[in-house]
């Protein structure tokens, strides 16, 4: 079966004795197959292989062979070390306690546990250092996948107080690798919410250094490097270094080539969801609109084929972009089906930058299929939506001011007029930060230039690309 369906099974085994009981052979049948992709995946990962010796050492302690224990804990532990797993290391000292206190009479146990005491403090300081690194990673993460970026100085001082705790005033206080990952991932993020987009580069790509300075972990930690490419792939983007762009997603689409992730199905799913939006982004940032469209069909079957592994987040950017690509080369019917994915969506909590843009995507797209008729009760639902969500900007009210009073201007120089004024509105805001960041979800600037000057929106862009 495709598709679950219990009835179908319980109508063509009917005559068989399991099905009287078929939610216990349902659970024998879930465990099984767990064992056998236990035992298939058992050496798929330097974590697999730490639990898989860990495993051994406790059934060889059971059996009081402690020699063979001592072995397999000195295999272990390199293998935990190269790879800085302190919670397996945390386990491992455990273990050597216990064959310790199994072979040794009394006099000898204290100088053998001091020195095992001694390392289990050390390492017990650099997991909760790394979980406090990853605790201020986490917090930074959460409000940009929920928010979006800040709209305001109060929504901006969340970002500082973060950025302000002791343990990010140098990076020497990291104390592992894992830790440094952190700490240039939170910097990156910062800088980015702050608009500083040379500093987000130059973190990202930090960042990215420090994981490929130690190849033999990106194989265990793949999702990690595929992660900082996306974000040094986001950071080129912005500041329009697309050679660089270019060689990095190259490498992401080639990762499965180079590490043994063959087998993972979320490798898989993050590679297709980074590469190709990062590509869509990159044909709206340089107007290749067309090039962009010839993606969608690759995006399609990806969507089909990770259906329900992919995050909501990202399936609402991949219809935004796909939608923004649209309106760009001028289809706009095309562009409403995209964008109608997102306005009857029920998740209303996500991505709120992403659903507020859309809705302003919208007006553009009503305005340039000429729905005048439906085009007054869009501004109006628009700006309850924002307004409702404490989520306008200056330029949104503006925009909605203007939209409302269009039909109005019904001679071809006065429209002119009117976005040429615009125009000088939008171009004054975005000396501020916060509405300069707005506008690059939607070149609305280069939007009233293509009709000002009566050419194609893809061709205004283009020439401000290069």
Not at 128 to 154: A, C, F, H, V
Not at 198 to 223: F, Q, V, W
Not at 274 to 297: C, D, P, Q, W
């Given at each position: 079966?495709?598709?679950?369906?219990?009835?179908?099974?319980?109508?063509?085994?009917?005559?068989?004795?399991?099905?009287?009981?078929?939610?216990?052979?349902?659970?024998?049948?879930?465990?099984?197959?767990?064992?056998?992709?236990?035992?298939?995946?058992?050496?798929?990962?330097?974590?697999?292989?730490?639990?898989?010796?860990?495993?051994?050492?406790?059934?060889?302690?059971?059996?009081?062979?402690?020699?063979?224990?001592?072995?397999?804990?000195?295999?272990?532990?390199?293998?935990?070390?190269?790879?800085?797993?302190?919670?397996?290391?945390?386990?491992?000292?455990?273990?050597?306690?216990?064959?310790?206190?199994?072979?040794?009479?009394?006099?000898?146990?204290?100088?053998?546990?001091?020195?095992?005491?001694?390392?289990?403090?050390?390492?017990?300081?650099?997991?909760?250092?790394?979980?406090?690194?990853?605790?201020?990673?986490?917090?930074?993460?959460?409000?940009?996948?929920?928010?979006?970026?800040?709209?305001?100085?109060?929504?901006?001082?969340?970002?500082?107080?973060?950025?302000?705790?002791?343990?990010?005033?140098?990076?020497?206080?990291?104390?592992?690798?894992?830790?440094?990952?952190?700490?240039?991932?939170?910097?990156?993020?910062?800088?980015?919410?702050?608009?500083?987009?040379?500093?987000?580069?130059?973190?990202?790509?930090?960042?990215?250094?420090?994981?490929?300075?130690?190849?033999?972990?990106?194989?265990?930690?793949?999702?990690?490097?595929?992660?900082?490419?996306?974000?040094?792939?986001?950071?080129?983007?912005?500041?329009?270094?697309?050679?660089?762009?270019?060689?990095?997603?190259?490498?992401?689409?080639?990762?499965?080539?180079?590490?043994?992730?063959?087998?993972?199905?979320?490798?898989?799913?993050?590679?297709?969801?980074?590469?190709?939006?990062?590509?869509?982004?990159?044909?709206?940032?340089?107007?290749?609109?067309?090039?962009?469209?010839?993606?969608?069909?690759?995006?399609?079957?990806?969507?089909?084929?990770?259906?329900?592994?992919?995050?909501?987040?990202?399936?609402?950017?991949?219809?935004?972009?796909?939608?923004?690509?649209?309106?760009?080369?001028?289809?706009?019917?095309?562009?409403?089906?995209?964008?109608?994915?997102?306005?009857?969506?029920?998740?209303?909590?996500?991505?709120?930058?992403?659903?507020?843009?859309?809705?302003?995507?919208?007006?553009?797209?009503?305005?340039?299929?000429?729905?005048?008729?439906?085009?007054?009760?869009?501004?109006?639902?628009?700006?309850?939506?924002?307004?409702?969500?404490?989520?306008?900007?200056?330029?949104?009210?503006?925009l909605l001011n203007f939209i409302r009073k269009l039909?109005?201007?019904?001679?071809?120089?006065?429209?002119?007029n009117s976005f040429a004024d615009l125009k000088t509105?939008?171009?004054?805001?975005?000396?501020?930060?916060?509405?300069?960041?707005?506008?690059?979800?939607?070149?609305?600037?280069?939007?009233?230039?293509?009709?000002?000057?009566?050419?194609?929106?893809?061709?205004?862009?283009?020439?401000?690309?290069?």
């Amino acid at each position: 079966q495709k598709e679950y369906d219990e009835d179908g099974i319980r109508k063509i085994f009917s005559d068989s004795i399991f099905i009287k009981q078929l939610h216990v052979a349902k659970n024998y049948l879930y465990k099984l197959i767990l064992k056998s992709l236990r035992n298939y995946h058992s050496e798929i990962s330097p974590d697999a292989e730490l639990k898989n010796i860990l495993r051994d050492v406790e059934i060889l302690y059971e059996k009081a062979l402690y020699k063979q224990c001592r072995k397999l804990l000195s295999k272990v532990r390199k293998i935990a070390y190269q790879y800085e797993k302190h919670l397996q290391i945390m386990e491992i000292i455990k273990w050597e306690k216990k064959v310790i206190n199994a072979e040794f009479h009394t006099g000898q146990l204290e100088k053998k546990l001091e020195k095992v005491f001694e390392e289990e403090h050390l390492i017990l300081e650099k997991l909760k250092n790394t979980i406090d690194y990853w605790s201020l990673d986490s917090k930074i993460n959460i409000l940009i996948e929920k928010k979006g970026l800040p709209r305001n100085e109060q929504e901006l001082e969340k970002f500082n107080k973060i950025i302000d705790t002791p343990l990010l005033k140098n990076e020497k206080q990291a104390l592992s690798y894992q830790a440094r990952i952190y700490f240039y991932d939170i910097y990156a993020n910062y800088f980015y919410v702050n608009g500083d987009l040379k500093n987000d580069y130059k973190y990202t790509k930090k960042l990215l250094e420090l994981i490929e300075s130690e190849p033999e972990k990106i194989s265990g930690e793949a999702h990690i490097y595929i992660d900082a490419l996306h974000n040094y792939l986001i950071a080129c983007n912005r500041i329009k270094k697309y050679d660089d762009f270019r060689e990095a997603l190259h490498k992401l689409r080639n990762i499965t080539k180079n590490l043994f992730i063959g087998e993972s199905e979320d490798a898989l799913v993050r590679i297709f969801i980074f590469s190709h939006n990062m590509e869509l982004k990159m044909y709206l940032n340089t107007g290749e609109f067309v090039k962009g469209i010839r993606l969608i069909a690759d995006i399609e079957k990806g969507l089909e084929r990770f259906k329900g592994k992919i995050n909501r987040v990202h399936e609402i950017v991949f219809y935004y972009n796909i939608a923004y690509l649209f309106m760009g080369s001028g289809e706009y019917n095309k562009a409403l089906f995209w964008l109608n994915k997102i306005l009857n969506s029920t998740d209303v909590d996500i991505r709120l930058d992403i659903l507020s843009f859309a809705r302003i995507l919208n007006l553009v797209i009503h305005y340039e299929l000429g729905n005048n008729d439906i085009l007054e009760y869009t501004v109006r639902s628009t700006y309850r939506f924002l307004y409702s969500r404490k989520r306008l900007y200056k330029f949104e009210t503006i925009l909605l001011n203007f939209i409302r009073k269009l039909p109005k201007s019904n001679t071809q120089v006065r429209l002119i007029n009117s976005f040429a004024d615009l125009k000088t509105e939008l171009t004054g805001l975005s000396e501020n930060i916060f509405e300069k960041r707005a506008l690059e979800y939607l070149d609305l600037i280069s939007w009233l230039e293509s009709k000002i000057n009566n050419t194609f929106y893809a061709e205004v862009i283009r020439n401000k690309s290069t």
